[in-house]
């Protein structure tokens, strides 16, 4: 059928009227097949947030590795998860012509991609993508433990072909972040208990951190007539998920103890104490020692951590030689 084939063009109208993409996401229905903006548009916008104070730029897409592969399949549209591959001149010509921008402004600016998607994500890509963003995050979604389960979500990659994604991104030095999603429509006890796995297996490939998702139905996607899923503590298929997220996600946060990290430093919202967010990644850290850290308000300093605070906070110190 149109799904596997025919011109791009056809593939993005169902003779169903099935909306494209996941089942659960409403970004192909909302704004249509994926387009790329000119490297020096980028570029320039980066320049004008650097003249501005900024120095912490994230790549935001819903698959940074979409990227430039419009211009492959032009004048047709990009429907097509998995052909072409990535055009790794035009990402290799983004990142280069942004981490140029340190040399030209003479300061040092962090910079890093926000998803990738494991169907575009081979040893090529893994190794240019490892040349400009090594020691940053990305996300990568494997929402579900069971193949056949994904593929029915209308997913373009299947939970094996993730864990291989994220086992290539660490190889070359990325720093993956896994994503999952409980109460997704008919995921039972055993698909949720083959998810639990997957986690397991998704952290011995090298992901650092797992986030879970509650399913709620977005308009204009294939799922928008299901109903919200239930929050995990009162759903015993979501909380197996849930729960096992919780727990890696406190086991993995012992490492940080020790650590010091380059945090900037900001009032807590509730007025009382200071809190520190990781330049380059890590989780949310709650300052101890006030008197020192009301130094550092909007700036960056050392913070040693101290603690595990929860699966998503650590506790930490900032250092007075800051």
């Not at 994904?150 to 997913?155: E, K, P, Q």
């Amino acid at each position: 059928g149109k799904c596997y084939s025919g011109s791009l063009s056809d593939r993005y109208y169902c003779p169903m009227n099935i909306p494209p993409g996941c089942g659960y996401c409403s970004v192909p229905s909302l704004f249509g097949p994926s387009r790329s903006r000119s490297v020096e548009s980028i570029v320039n916008e980066i320049k004008g947030l650097i003249e501005m104070g900024c120095r912490r730029f994230i790549l935001g897409a819903s698959d940074f590795l979409d990227y430039g592969r419009d211009i492959l399949v032009e004048p047709e549209p990009l429907t097509d998860p998995l052909n072409p591959p990535p055009n790794l001149n035009e990402i290799e010509k983004l990142l280069g012509s942004i981490k140029s921008l340190e040399s030209e402004f003479s300061l040092k600016i962090f910079f890093s991609i926000e998803n990738v998607k494991p169907s575009l994500v081979d040893e090529e890509v893994a190794k240019v993508l490892g040349r400009y963003l090594r020691g940053t995050p990305t996300s990568i979604g494997v929402e579900t433990g069971v193949d056949s389960y994904a593929i029915s979500l209308g997913r373009p990659s299947t939970p094996s072909q993730a864990i291989k994604a994220i086992r290539l991104l660490r190889k070359y030095g990325l720093i993956p972040y896994a994503y999952f999603i409980h109460g997704l429509p008919n995921q039972d006890v055993n698909i949720a208990i083959e998810t639990s796995k997957v986690m397991d297996e998704a952290v011995k490939a090298g992901a650092e951190k797992i986030t879970v998702y509650r399913f709620s139905p977005l308009p204009m996607s294939a799922f928008s007539d299901f109903p919200k899923a239930p929050p995990s503590h009162v759903d015993a298929v979501g909380k197996i998920i849930v729960d096992k997220a919780s727990r890696i996600n406190s086991k993995l946060k012992d490492k940080w103890i020790g650590a010091v990290l380059d945090a900037y430093i900001v009032n807590s919202l509730r007025g009382k104490g200071f809190i520190g967010y990781p330049f380059i990644h890590g989780p949310v850290i709650f300052i101890e020692n006030s008197k020192v850290a009301s130094k550092f308000v909007g700036k960056i300093a050392k913070v040693k951590i101290v603690r595990v605070v929860s699966d998503r906070a650590l506790s930490g110190i900032v250092l007075d030689s800051s």
